[in-house]
């Protein structure tokens, strides 16, 4: 009984993991294709951080730092830092 | 007693198979995100997820040893094996793209996991005969980048079958299409909204704009719409390619643009 209920935890978890890891990789490549729409160069992003609702600091691995947000208009800004 | 005991063990080893099979098609799931994840390892967002790889890992090594373990045990495996069988992709002259889905649904050891991914690949099958295909009747990117640069003359030899235009349904899969993130899509959004407005303009006379300027705006809009689709959603960027055509000659007549606008 003991193992039956040590498979299901870890099944549980194992979800709960995957969930997250979605969610990261999915804001990851949504925050790269903005940038680069905007024209702006991100080759791989190697830090998100979340100041709000939809306002993130970015880090990419070339150096560049950007702040993508939605500004009051509805319009998606990139501003490098 | 002994048939009590044996009774116990056979429900351990269903609770248990059970168990595998669900924690299988979480990390089914799960798969083809490694590469991304590992994008975002350092990130401060996802030390969770690195976290959750580690995890996966281990959590997939135990599976792995316990699936083979149900697989002595039982017809439930060799009901998934048979089940994979059929998942596997009979379609040579599609896509790499409907033929990279298929294995990726092949490599699901679920009963669940399959039934899904045979859903997916079987609509991606139909949807790759019901559109165009999209290596055979369109230009590929560099050509479309290439022309994009030059004269909207070259630009209208695009494929020649216009099919039945329905704006609201691509727009309302645009809407719903998780191929593209939400920062993405208002992004994109932003920009369908300028090249609208810049159209207004252009037939209030208000701008001097020309047409072929706005047309190639245009090409070079659908294209980051298609580059942003391609992988992820197949048959809608091979229906909005198709539609382009007629979405330009609703686009370039002013009477036209005045009825959606």
Known sequence: MNRVVTVTTITAAAALY???SFAADDLGKDLKATIALQGMACDQIISTKRNGDSDYNVACKDGNRYHVYVNDKGRVIVQKQ | MVANRHCDDAAFARHQVIACLTLLAGLAACAPS???????QHSTASEQSSSAASASSEV?????????SSVATGAVSSSVSSAEKTVTPPVSSTSAKTSGNSHKATSSSSQSANAEAHEVASAHETGAETAPPVSSTAPSNATESASSSSSSTTLSTAPASQPSLDLDSLEQRLRE??????FTKLSLKNQVDDLLSDFRAHYAGKSRVALSDLRQRYDLLLMKILTLLQDDDAPLAADIRSSREAIWDILRDPNKFAQIS
């Open chain 2, 177 to 182: 299409t998780k191929a593209i993130g939400v």
């Open chain 2, 60 to 68: 997939a090594a135990v599976s792995a040893s316990m699936t083979t």
């Open chain 1, 18 to 20: 995957c969930a997250s």
């Open chain 2, 34 to 40: 490694g590469q991304n994840s590992t994008e975002l």
